[in-house]
């Protein structure tokens, strides 16, 4: 198991203080972070319980937090792995390439970059909202046949792959799809599952794997004089491969990662961040950002349920932490 040295450091005290506001401005019963600088652990932090039922467990390390939308980085780092085994050829071949049963609306007009990149149009299978590449719309619809094509080419889920590629050679044993709560689980309430196959958004990580897997990426898949994956994998999951003509305001995407380039009005990533900065968010509250610059990869936990309340910016708050963990890096 991965277990980088812990140090101790004030400098993200004023971190700390910012998501616990958050926290009680989201009324989330649970809040962590964990930020790895330069090869070691510089703050691990863990605020509340597990949700509000009376004897809640008391949020700590082995907590496994509902990261949403973080998955996705879990099914580009597979798409990627398959494009550089050969198994895709190109992430500009048409999704009918790869999958025979999908709707004439998507043969021969979708890209796997498309689908990657946010850009490809769907509002479902059978409605388009805009022409493949032209703009920019995050639903789950390419997610989908994404997972599909990992599950046809692999002759598995897309859960068993990464188990077997990825989770069992870091040693990660607070990482997973799962279909019912137990007590290390931040569970959402009324959440439920059919399977832990991998298609469905039920994916758990604990705070220190979550910094982990940031932390893979920034390290190109070495850990400790072993390539758990080739360092091509992690290079293209984290390169800007939108549509080159998008909309100056409008996200950059690598493989699900939000990518910095320059400044833009829609991405969740901060103004201050360095280009090269790369970051998921999910609708829990939780991220994952690394600034290879820095070589720091910060995680921040929540729980949040339920829709935004009132006066509260999710963009604006998201890119706070990542200007703030900027500048704590930057500090040390």
Same mark, same amino acid.
């Given at each position: 198991?991965?277990?980088?040295? #812990?140090?101790?450091?004030?400098?993200f /005290?004023e971190?700390?203080?910012?998501?616990?506001?958050?926290k009680n401005?989201l009324?989330t019963?649970?809040?962590?972070?964990?930020i790895?600088?330069?090869?070691?652990?510089?703050?691990? *932090? +863990?605020s509340?319980?597990?949700?509000?039922?009376?004897g @809640?467990?008391?949020?700590?390390? %082995?907590?496994?937090?509902?990261?949403?939308?973080?998955?996705?980085?879990?099914?580009?780092?597979?798409?990627?792995?398959?494009?550089y085994?050969?198994?895709?050829?190109?992430?500009?071949?048409?999704?009918?390439?790869?999958?025979?049963?999908?709707?004439?609306?998507?043969a !021969? /007009?979708?890209?796997?970059r498309?689908?990657l990149?946010?850009?490809?149009?769907?509002?479902?299978?059978?409605?388009?909202?805009?022409l493949? &590449?032209t703009?920019? #719309?995050?639903? /789950?619809?390419?997610?989908?046949?994404?997972i599909?094509?990992?599950? #046809?080419? +692999?002759?598995?889920?897309?859960?068993?792959?990464?188990?077997?590629?990825?989770?069992?050679?870091?040693?990660?044993?607070?990482? &997973?799809?799962?279909?019912?709560?137990?007590e290390?689980l931040? *569970?959402?309430?009324? $959440?439920? +599952?059919?399977?832990?196959?991998?298609? %469905?958004?039920n994916?758990f990580? @604990?705070?220190?794997?979550?910094?982990? *897997?940031g932390?893979?990426?920034?390290?190109?898949?070495?850990?400790h !004089?072993?390539?758990?994956?080739?360092?091509g994998?992690?290079?293209?999951?984290t390169?800007?491969?939108?549509?080159?003509?998008?909309g100056?305001?409008?996200?950059? /995407?690598?493989?699900? *990662?939000?990518?910095?380039? $320059?400044?833009?009005?829609?991405?969740?990533?901060?103004? $201050?961040?360095?280009?090269?900065?790369?970051?998921?968010?999910?609708?829990?509250?939780?991220?994952c950002?690394?600034?290879p610059? +820095?070589?720091?990869v910060?995680?921040?936990?929540?729980?949040?349920?339920?829709p935004?309340?009132?006066?509260?910016?999710?963009?604006?708050?998201?890119?706070?932490? &990542?200007n703030?963990?900027?500048?704590?890096?930057?500090?040390?």
């Open positions: 198991m991965l277990n980088l040295q #812990k140090t101790e450091n004030t400098t /005290n971190l700390n203080d910012y998501v616990l506001r958050v401005v009324s019963t649970a809040a962590a972070t964990c790895i600088h330069h090869d070691r652990i510089v703050n691990e *932090w +863990y509340g319980v597990h949700s509000n039922s009376t @809640s467990r008391i949020v700590d390390e %082995e907590s496994q937090f509902h990261v949403a939308s973080v998955r996705k980085t879990y099914l580009g780092l597979a798409i990627s792995l398959a494009l085994e050969g198994k895709i050829c190109s992430i500009d071949d048409d999704v009918a390439d790869y999958l025979d049963d999908v709707d004439t609306l998507v !021969g /007009n979708t890209t796997i498309h689908l990149t946010h850009t490809h149009g769907l509002g479902d299978l059978h409605h388009r909202l805009f493949p &590449g703009d920019w #719309k995050y639903n /789950n619809v390419g997610v989908n046949l994404l599909n094509i990992i599950q #046809k080419l +692999y002759q598995m889920p897309l859960s068993q792959l990464l188990e077997d590629r990825v989770f069992t050679p870091m040693g990660f044993s607070h990482t &997973g799809w799962r279909k019912e709560p137990n290390k931040v *569970w959402l309430l009324n $959440e439920q +599952y059919n399977d832990n196959q991998g298609d %469905e958004a994916l990580v @604990s705070t220190k794997e979550l910094a982990y *897997w932390y893979l990426h920034l390290k190109r898949g070495a850990m !004089g072993q390539q758990i994956l080739p360092r994998v992690f290079e293209q999951a390169t800007i491969i939108s549509p080159p003509d998008l100056h305001q409008l996200p950059r /995407n690598g493989f699900f *990662w939000f990518v910095q380039d $320059e400044p833009r009005a829609m991405t969740e990533l901060g103004d $201050e961040l360095p280009s090269g900065s790369f970051q998921s968010l999910g609708i829990t509250g939780c991220a950002l690394v600034i610059k +820095y070589q720091t910060a995680v921040r936990m929540y729980n949040q349920t339920g935004n309340p009132a006066g509260y910016d999710y963009l604006e708050d998201i890119k706070t932490f &990542g703030l963990v900027n500048k704590c890096a930057q500090d040390l």
